[in-house]
């Protein structure tokens, strides 16, 4: 029985830091879509992205001066933003004057 009580204090200690990931907020944290180039759905929304984007391209250059030896595909770069992104494209909607020509 003591054993089991031992285990406590473990699951607290390996638990703490993903609920305090998620106490942020009243939402969980959606997980970064490689559609939208890692970026969360509200970096997206919010207009944050591109500041992102900057920010990771800066951090790639600066490591990139530091180590070059280690980009073994030259400059390292974040790639651009999509225009849209779509799980379901809306079909084409056509209005009732399309139909009558």
């Given at each position: 029985m003591c054993r089991v009580w031992l285990?406590?204090?473990?699951?607290?200690r390996i638990a703490r830091p993903v609920l305090r990931g998620l106490g942020g907020s009243n939402a969980p944290r959606l997980?970064?879509?490689?559609g939208l180039n890692l970026m969360t759905p509200a970096m997206v929304h919010y207009g944050l992205a591109e500041t992102v984007r900057d920010q990771r391209n800066r951090v790639l250059q600066t490591a990139y001066t530091a180590h070059p030896e280690r980009f073994v595909r030259?400059?390292?770069?974040?790639p651009d933003l999509p225009r849209e992104v779509w799980?379901?494209?809306p079909c084409?909607?056509?209005s009732a004057t399309d139909n009558a020509q």
């Open positions: 285990l406590e204090p473990d699951a607290v997980p970064d879509h490689t030259g400059v390292p770069t974040v799980i379901n494209q084409e909607v056509f």
